[in-house]
Nanobody
Framework: QVHLVESGGGSGQSGGSLRLSCVVT????????LGWFRQVEGRNERERVA?????????YADSVNDRFALSRDSGTKNTVFLLMTNLKPEDAAMYYC????????????????????????WGQGTQVTVSS
């Protein structure tokens, strides 16, 4: 099991920055893939914003590439951060931290999924608004 708690949302200005945090606990916290998703109010779909790969590298949606940065604390590695810079009005959404089981290939190797439907664990979300 994995438990996730987000914080750090709030109101940011266009061009400004916000940093979201996600504390990850549970016995399986080191065995899962972590990612950030966002959902705009009134829409059903959740958009993948950023995520870790199984080798620890990061990947981003095109809409936030070069503006958002994903990291995790170097000590316990129980907290992941999403630094959001150069905020745009379209970044306003509810942001969720989520965890998924890795995909293991029969011939070896693994990968982290990106489809939100494959993420089994979700935080409660943190709201981000952007004012112009």
């Amino acid at each position: 099991q994995v438990h996730l708690v987000e914080s750090g949302g709030g109101s940011g200005q266009s061009g400004g920055s916000l940093r979201l945090s996600c504390v990850v606990t549970g016995d399986d916290r080191t065995n899962v893939c972590l990612g950030w998703f966002r959902q705009v109010e009134g829409r059903n779909e959740r958009e993948r914003v950023a995520g870790f790969e199984t080798d620890g590298s990061t990947s981003y949606a095109d809409s936030v590439n070069d503006r958002f940065a994903l990291s995790r604390d170097s000590g316990t590695k129980n907290t992941v951060f999403l630094l959001m810079t150069n905020l745009k009005p379209e970044d306003a959404a509810m942001y969720y931290c989520a965890a998924a089981w890795p995909i293991y290939y029969r011939r070896g190797g693994s990968a982290c999924p990106e489809d939100p439907n494959t993420f089994a664990f979700w935080g409660q979300g943190t709201q981000v608004t952007v004012s112009s």
